[in-house]
């Protein structure tokens, strides 16, 4: 991976900036000085098709928003699926490989890749979202409640003493990014 280097003031324009604006730059082994006016993403900072893509499914993933089971749900799902596409991508590259290869290190690590793929996506097919479902169930018989009968609604309360008014969404978002971090070189 280049060393990524930050300047506080250019000193002349260049192709993202101006004069006395601050950016990144780097630059891979025999190419060319790439510039950004922001932070690249650490897919932009490798040359494995396998590292840039499992990083930007990662990135994207923590950047999610979920406010509801089902988004959590279809998060997990379209993740999956893009987990199990990279694992097909590692599989197309061993295919394509002669069969002395297949058998050597580099063959070795693909395969590992592809089993590693496909058990982080069955992983992410198999979160168990009931507890999300529960406190999901509750806020909306909450929302029911009439709570100018005081009475009906404490005794509601009563029934259910760790009621919490919010679902923390930032939990379930959490489970997925940790199957992600399963995900081996």
Request: proline share 3%; charged share 30%; hydrophobic share 35%.
């Amino acid at each position: 991976m280049p060393r990524l280097n930050f300047v506080k003031k250019a000193r002349k324009d260049n192709p993202v900036v101006k004069r006395g604006e601050s950016y990144y730059w780097w630059q891979h082994a025999f190419s060319y000085k790439q510039f950004s006016a922001t932070q690249p993403r650490r897919s932009q900072l490798t040359r494995s098709a396998f590292y840039a893509s499992v990083w930007d499914l990662q990135d994207s993933t923590g950047e999610a928003y979920i406010n509801s089971v089902e988004g959590a749900t279809e998060l997990a799902e379209t993740t999956a699926e893009e987990v199990r596409q990279i694992g097909e991508e590692c599989q197309n590259s061993l295919d394509n490989m002669p069969e002395q290869l297949q058998y050597a290190p580099t063959g070795e690590l693909l395969q590992e890749r592809i089993d590693n793929m496909d058990s982080v996506a069955d992983e992410l097919e198999n979160i168990d979202w009931s507890e999300f479902e529960e406190k999901e169930t509750l806020l909306e018989e909450h929302a029911k409640i009439d709570q100018e009968d005081e009475e009906a609604y404490d005794e509601w309360l009563m029934e259910h003493l760790e009621f919490d008014e919010e679902i923390d969404w930032s939990e379930a978002l959490s489970l997925i990014t940790e199957c992600l971090d399963n995900i081996e070189a």
